[in-house]
C-alpha cells in the first residue's frame, strides 16, 4: 500500500485555506507567530488492509492556539475548523487514493504556559479510512 497521508495534507490544507478566513492555518508555524492560529498536526495511522484492498486508517490531530484570556476564542476556532472539515471527503484521486470514510471524532481544551504566557489550545481529531485505488 502506498502512504496517502501527504495527499491527504495537501487537500486539507487548500480546503482549510479557503474556507477558514478568519485565522491562519499552518503546517509549520512561523517564528514570529501570531497571537491565534491553526496547525495541521500530528497523524497516528494504521494497516486495515484485507486480503483483496488496501486501506489506511488515519487519525489526524488539529490543533487551535490562542492567547486570548479563556476559552472563547479557541471554542470559536474549533467551530470553524468543524464548519470547514466535518463530512469534507478530499478527492484524492490524482494520488491514486479514495476517501472512504471521514468524520471528526474527538477534542479536547486546555490550558498551556510557555515561558511565561498563557495559551488556550484545543484539539480536534478526524477519522480517515483511505483506499489505496492502485
Not at 486495515?48 to 490531530?61: F, G, L, P, V
Request: net charge negative.
Amino acid at each position: 500500500m502506498k502512504n496517502p497521508i501527504w495527499a491527504l495534507q495537501v487537500a486539507i490544507k487548500q480546503h482549510a485555506d479557503a474556507q477558514i478566513l478568519k485565522y491562519p492555518v499552518y503546517d509549520g508555524v512561523p517564528e514570529n507567530e501570531p497571537k491565534e492560529y491553526i496547525v495541521l498536526g500530528e497523524y497516528d495511522f494504521i494497516n486495515q488492509s484485507d486480503k483483496t484492498n488496501s486501506y489506511m486508517e488515519i487519525r489526524h490531530t488539529i490543533t487551535c492556539w490562542s492567547q486570548y484570556d479563556g476559552t472563547k476564542q479557541v471554542c470559536a476556532m474549533l467551530d470553524a475548523v468543524i464548519q470547514a472539515l466535518d463530512g469534507f471527503y478530499p478527492d484524492l484521486s490524482a494520488g491514486g487514493f479514495e476517501n472512504y470514510f471521514q468524520r471528526w471524532e474527538q477534542g479536547k481544551i486546555a490550558r498551556y504556559d510557555r515561558d511565561g504566557i498563557i495559551y488556550r489550545y484545543g484539539t480536534l481529531t478526524f477519522r480517515y479510512i483511505i483506499k489505496d485505488l492502485q
